[in-house]
């Protein structure tokens, strides 16, 4: 109880540090004036990263069982509220944090190794022409897929300790922890697991690269050009980033859910091969809208985290540069 206690005292103090003592927007210079280094781009994109997941880290939960509850279970429909209500009255609240420590390992390596590769191509980009929304959607997208290659086995173990809970007894793994999952895994049914749903994962994150950090930056442009600037800049581009990802992402996310949870049939098939495959076949027997299931909680998750993750890792910024100015 006293961990617990003294953890819950550290996010609130985070969290009242985020968003009540945010500077006046004119008396700090902003990362791309400054030419942030490498590592200071990577740390803060992983920390803010990390300090955004922890906060919707249920909603992503939620989001995967609802995802996979017609695939686990025909017929069955499973909305929100009821999701929220047999976790409550089965197995308490905090079942909704399983594979918390997964969400938090892949935001070490993908939410660093994208805005780092990001930061990389921008500057690289910026010594031979000029910055423009082509150019920053491109740049975004293959961060975006060279992230999502090195975070992929942490992305497996996420997805399969969050949907754990909600399979029949029978049919649960019971992983016991991050480090039980991924050696079970390795030793069960190979390494290559670790990337079996590597393709639509890729494919997701290459359209989340454009759609969140490209036109995170595009939007953080624009709303400056329009006068809005420092607080409300941030809020006002990552929660319209956040819209425009949440809506372009939704299949590859599904098509994603179901690889990585998949079993092999009784003759060892695995029904879903690729990530186009996956989708066709996903619409074409249970219809376009099942590709959406989910939606709801997968808005909050990313909205969420999108808005705490790029206030956090501005406000890290900030504090570097101020340190520097000093």
Same mark, same amino acid.
């Given at each position: ?28 210079? &902003? ?50 509220? &009821? ?51 082509? &150019? ?12 999502? =290659? ?38 069960? *049914? ?62 590859? *996310? ?6 990585? &949870? ?57 504090? =570097? ?6």
């Amino acid at each position: 109880r006293s961990g617990s206690s003294n953890f819950l005292r550290l996010i609130r103090c985070i969290v009242f540090y985020l968003f009540c003592s945010w500077p006046n927007p004119d008396s700090a210079m &902003s990362a791309q004036q400054a030419g942030l280094p490498v590592w200071v781009s990577v740390s803060t994109g992983g920390l803010g990263g990390i300090f955004g997941w922890i906060w919707v880290h249920p909603m992503y939960t939620c989001s995967v069982q609802i995802n996979l509850a017609s695939l686990q279970n025909p017929g069955k429909k499973l909305s929100l509220p &009821s999701l929220v209500t047999k976790a409550w009255n089965e197995e308490g609240v905090l079942s909704l944090y399983s594979g918390l420590p997964a969400g938090i390992l892949r935001q070490v390596f993908y939410a660093s190794s994208r805005l780092g590769f990001f930061q990389i191509f921008k500057d690289a980009w910026g010594t031979h022409s000029e910055m423009d929304f082509t &150019s920053r959607m491109c740049l975004a997208s293959v961060a975006g897929g060279l992230a999502a =290659y090195i975070a992929c086995p942490c992305e497996v173990s996420l997805v399969r300790m969050s949907n754990d809970a909600a399979l029949p007894m029978a049919a649960r793994r019971n992983y016991k922890g991050i480090m039980d999952c991924a050696i079970r895994i390795a030793k069960e *049914e190979g390494v290559g697991t670790f990337w079996r749903g590597c393709k639509p994962f890729v494919c997701r994150c290459c359209v989340v690269g454009a759609t969140q950090v490209g036109t995170y930056d595009q939007f953080k442009s624009l709303f400056s050009s329009w006068g809005i600037n420092g607080k409300s800049n941030v809020a006002f581009s990552s929660m319209t980033a956040g819209l425009v990802y949440t809506t372009a992402t939704m299949p590859f *996310e599904s098509a994603k859910n179901r690889m990585a &949870s998949q079993k092999p049939n009784a003759n060892g098939v695995l029904p879903y091969r690729s990530t186009f495959q996956t989708i066709a076949k996903v619409a074409a027997q249970e219809g376009l809208a099942k590709l959406y299931s989910g939606l709801v909680p997968y808005i909050l998750f990313c909205g969420g985290h999108t808005l705490l993750m790029f206030s956090a890792m501005e406000e890290l910024r900030r504090i =570097y540069l101020s340190k520097m100015v000093c």
